[in-house]
Structure formats: structure tokens, C-alpha cells
């Protein structure tokens, strides 16, 4: 598994220096936020913040802290969702979707139901596995697209809820694949 492939992926996304008014994130850098460049150490200008440590704080925070590079393990285009989700709603909500969407699929399935705790453990990633191998291709295909139709309603309620973050909408809905 390449990370660095998902994580270029993620950057070319995320674009360069912004510090956009509007953006609940407030001053980023290559999608790593200022609050979150502190936590990591960094203490110099956000501008400045070079791509090298972006790569290294979407390894640990993004990547390995979530457990995500499980579950690309087991399924390639599935981890790298979660990446991407976790870095745009955070580790707990990418995880919270994934596991409810491991419940939904459940219907007399290979494996227990899971808590929902948006924490990536042995039995979610256990239940995927048995997932997997019982849905094979079209499991993968059902998983991405309940993960997409859970963020896409995520994005909606965000901008219903507040006119400013609308500017943001287009973007978010076609970062979605």
C-alpha cells in the first residue's frame, strides 16, 4: 500500500496557503490547519509550513492514530476514502460512517454487529475483513458509495445551516468519487 499516492491525492485537493474568512478551519496550509500544525509542533508561519511535514502529520494523524491504514490493508479504494473523509471531517466521523455502514450491511452476515464509537479497533477491522470476503467487489462498491452518500448529507447540512459555508458546497460534492 502507497500512502504517499493517497496523500498526493489528497493534496492536489486540498490546494496550498488559504486563510478564507469563512473556512471553520481557519489558516491552512496544504489542508492542515493551524490548530492542527501546533499539535504537531509546528510553530512557524503557516505559509511557510512545508509540504514534508503535511505528509508527516497525514501519516500519523490521518493514516496510522485512526487506524485507516487497516483497513486499506484489506481494501485499497476503501482506506483511502476514509483518509480522505477523516482528513475533511475528522478521523471520528470517517470512522462513526464506516461502522454504521458495516451495521447496515449486516443482514445475516459473517460477523457481529460493531459498536459505534468512530474508533477503528480489532473487531471493526475483523468485520470488515469478514465483509470483504463475503461481498467481495460489490461490497467494496456499496461501502464507497454509503460512505459518499454520508458525507454528501453531511456538506448539505452544513450549508443549510450556515449561507456562508455554501461557497465551499461545489468544491466539497466534487471532491467526491
Do not use: C
Amino acid at each position: 500500500m502507497n500512502f504517499d499516492v493517497i496523500i498526493s491525492r489528497i493534496l492536489a485537493a486540498e490546494g496550498g496557503y488559504s486563510n478564507n474568512a469563512n473556512d471553520k478551519g481557519g489558516e491552512t496550509n496544504f489542508g492542515i490547519t493551524v490548530a492542527v500544525a501546533r499539535a504537531n509542533g509546528y510553530l512557524g508561519e503557516m505559509r511557510d509550513m512545508p509540504e514534508s511535514l503535511a505528509r508527516l502529520i497525514y501519516l500519523k494523524r490521518y493514516v496510522a492514530t485512526p487506524a485507516f491504514d487497516r483497513i486499506a490493508q484489506i481494501n485499497e479504494k476503501v482506506g483511502a476514502e476514509l483518509i480522505d473523509t477523516g482528513v475533511n471531517m475528522g478521523p471520528s466521523v470517517a470512522s462513526t460512517f464506516f461502522q454504521r455502514w458495516l451495521n447496515a450491511f449486516n443482514y445475516r452476515g459473517p460477523y457481529q454487529d460493531v459498536f459505534v464509537d468512530g474508533r477503528i479497533g480489532s473487531v471493526t477491522v475483523e468485520a470488515f475483513r469478514a465483509f470483504m470476503t463475503w461481498r467481495g467487489l460489490p461490497g467494496e462498491t456499496a461501502m464507497l458509495r454509503g460512505l459518499n452518500a454520508l458525507q454528501g448529507s453531511r456538506y448539505l447540512d452544513i450549508a443549510e445551516r450556515d449561507q456562508n459555508q455554501r461557497q465551499f458546497t461545489f468544491g466539497w460534492m466534487n471532491r467526491l468519487d
